[in-house]
């Protein structure tokens, strides 16, 4: 088992990078193995969220040497990710990379809801599943009509593309997208590393959407993105709140330490692209180092044994693979959920007069830009965008 614990690594003056280095040479988007895409677009958002929440830390505290630390392995951060981000070709379009992101949130999500162990967790990661996986369809069919390519090129033979939880239907109340918080004492040590990954992989969707959401021309294709980003915005309320509050800010920072030593030492394992895997091999080598400094300053400051957060060692790896057959298996049981409150629920379940119906009232009047894609694709082509793997299972929603 994997400690990150007791690994030395490289020395954080030793982890500045020349221009030159930082401005990787971009993969060729055409031969890149789809799970090595993914992983890039992964990594990228844990590298966004430990540099946004170190900054968040340090203007929570007047301990200047404690400023420093954050300021010096906070660099370290943005330079991973400039090397991780820029590994995106400049030929691939911001739809393409889109598809790459919608692929990520699906076969990450079905990983994590079928390695977790805290039942409500898993509850959370299949609710909103069915609604990335949604997102992947909508953005393909938005891909056919105005590129007139298919979603598939991206994302080959791994991840299906059909109707999940419709988008128009997951827009919801505000209050019922909070979910209750885990305890960290009960919980198993892995839980805290899938809510951490999840957490940032689903803001960096959402920043991602907020920012290039307005680079298109056309109306529809900005409505999209702008009703796909409200969601995401849904997706991070969601996953964060599952997030123990009663973490102290020292607990959180070796917590993000620990999940990016994770994610790095799997992947330096088990990505398909052998370049991939010698820069996430790196990549930890460096995180090693910003778990130690974390682990020093909680242990000075919160006077804890940074240790219980580890639990030993990782019990299991992370792995981008195929989940065909799980995400059916969700699709089958509840498409038609929803929440009230922090509870899931199926749809025949929420009273008619809830709130859910009067906020759908509000954001869907005059319709909603992810049903009018499929209706324009239809009008075109004859028939909707889909990419379905495997003969349609009996009592299928589709
Ligand atoms: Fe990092
Ligand atoms: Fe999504
Ligand atoms: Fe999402
Ligand atoms: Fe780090």
């Known amino acids: 088992m994997f400690n ?14 020349n221009w030159k280095t930082l401005n990787t040479r971009p993969y060729d988007k055409e031969s890149i193995h789809p799970y090595s895409r993914t992983a890039g677009i992964l990594m990228n958002g844990i590298e966004c969220e430990a540099a946004f929440f170190m900054h968040n830390f340090a203007r929570h505290t007047k301990d200047m040497e404690l400023r420093g630390a954050l300021a010096m392995v906070r660099r370290a951060e943005q330079e991973q990710q400039k090397m991780i981000n820029w590994m995106i070709p400049g ?36 609710f909103a599943l069915l609604e990335d996986f949604d997102h992947l369809y909508r953005y393909a069919n938005l891909m056919r009509l105005t590129m007139g390519k298919e979603a598939s090129d991206v994302t080959k033979e791994y991840t299906e593309i059909t109707v999940g939880r419709p988008t128009s239907k997951e827009h919801r109340f505000p209050e019922d997208d ?25 803001q960096q969707t959402m920043n991602y959407y907020m920012n290039i959401g307005n680079r298109f021309e056309d109306m529809l ?34 917590c993000h330490e620990l999940t990016e030593c994770w994610l790095y030492h799997s ?19 460096m995180e090693l180092e910003h778990l130690k400094i974390a682990s020093e300053n909680m242990k000075k400051h919160d006077k804890k044994d940074p240790e219980e957060l580890s639990g030993g060692g990782f019990t299991h790896m992370f792995e981008f693979k195929s989940n065909i057959d799980y995400v059916r298996n969700i699709l089958e049981t509840q498409a038609d959920f929803g929440a009230m409150g922090p509870d899931f629920v199926p749809g025949s379940k929420i009273p008619e007069n809830y709130r859910y119906f009067q906020h759908q009232k509000i954001v869907n009047e005059g319709g909603a830009p992810s049903d009018e894609v499929i209706d324009r694709v239809i009008k075109k082509d004859g028939h909707d965008f889909r990419q379905e793997l495997k003969p349609a299972m009996a009592g299928s929603v589709r």
């Open 91 to 126: 030929n691939e379009s911001s739809l393409e990379v889109t598809i790459g992101y919608e692929q990520v949130a699906v076969d990450l999500t079905a990983f994590l809801a079928q390695k977790e162990k805290d039942p409500y967790v898993k509850e959370a990661l299949d």
């Open 221 to 254: 294709a900005r409505g999209l993105y702008l009703e796909i980003a409200q969601i995401e915005e849904q997706h991070v309320t969601h996953y964060e709140s599952l997030i123990d509050p009663r973490m102290s800010w020292f607990e959180q920072w070796v």
């Open 178 to 202: 909070v979910r209750n918080f885990t305890d960290k004492r009960s919980a198993d040590p892995m839980s805290n590393l899938h809510i951490m990954t999840i957490v940032a992989a689903e």
């Open 267 to 285: 992947l330096m394992k088990n990505d398909h692209e052998q370049r991939s895997q010698k820069v996430w091999e790196q990549a930890l080598d």
């Open 4 to 17: 990150p614990m007791h690994k030395k690594g490289l020395p954080i003056q030793k982890q500045f990078k």
